[in-house]
């Protein structure tokens, strides 16, 4: 995807090359698959109290050491896993985080055996995509009714940081909320992919 230096972006975006990358191809586009899903939710858990760009710059890091987030081998991960995790300078050297994707894992799996993770997750949103008008990305809110909820369930089904905050965060980045201001390029984009 190329897109024009001189385009409007979110004001969030900083000039990070990866950044706008990742803010033209991927935040805010609807996301089905279950794996892609399980890891989004893993690597918004390890922005808690940081940055986006910091995760986002250690995600190939994350990926190489989490076996690709394969669920089933991160769910056979044991301590002497999370103490070798813990000397990698690539990933936040967070004890409960390392621990948390371990746990997400399990969790992952328990609901998979009854259904697919694309249709636990969307359930949050009637299976669909709300679609904002914010004129600045500051009138976005930080959660919802719908994240709230997301919070709830998940932290009952096992899931380690996922508050509404993240939820919210998380509802934006995998399109279920399209939270692109108006006059940003990918609104219309977002838009049009938008579930209905």
């Known amino acids: 995807m190329t897109v024009p230096p001189d385009v409007n972006r979110c004001g969030w975006v900083s000039d990070d090359e990866e950044y706008k990358l990742y803010h033209d191809t991927h935040w805010g586009r609807p996301e089905m698959d279950d794996i892609s899903l399980f890891a989004k939710l893993c690597l918004d858990g390890q922005q808690a109290g940081l940055s986006w760009i910091t995760i986002l710059k250690k995600q190939k890091n994350y990926e190489t050491l989490f076996h690709q987030f394969d669920p089933e081998k991160i769910a056979h991960m044991g ?3 999370v103490e070798r995790l813990m000397q990698e300078p690539g990933i936040i050297r967070n004890r409960l985080k390392i621990k ?3 746990a997400n894992a399990k969790a992952y799996l328990t ?6 993770f694309r249709d636990y997750i969307w359930q949050f949103t009637d299976h669909k995509t709300i679609i904002n008008s914010w004129q600045n990305y500051k009138d976005a809110p930080v959660s919802s009714a719908e994240s709230v909820l997301m919070a709830k369930t998940l932290k009952k089904a096992g899931f380690k940081f996922v508050g509404e905050t993240i939820c919210y965060a998380y509802m934006q980045a995998v399109g279920m909320v399209n939270d692109h201001t108006v006059t940003c390029h990918c609104y219309q984009p977002c838009c049009e992919e938008a579930r209905r």
């Open 79 to 81: 301590e002497q896993d």
């Open 100 to 102: 948390g994707i371990i």
């Open 111 to 116: 609901i998979t055996e009854n259904m697919s």
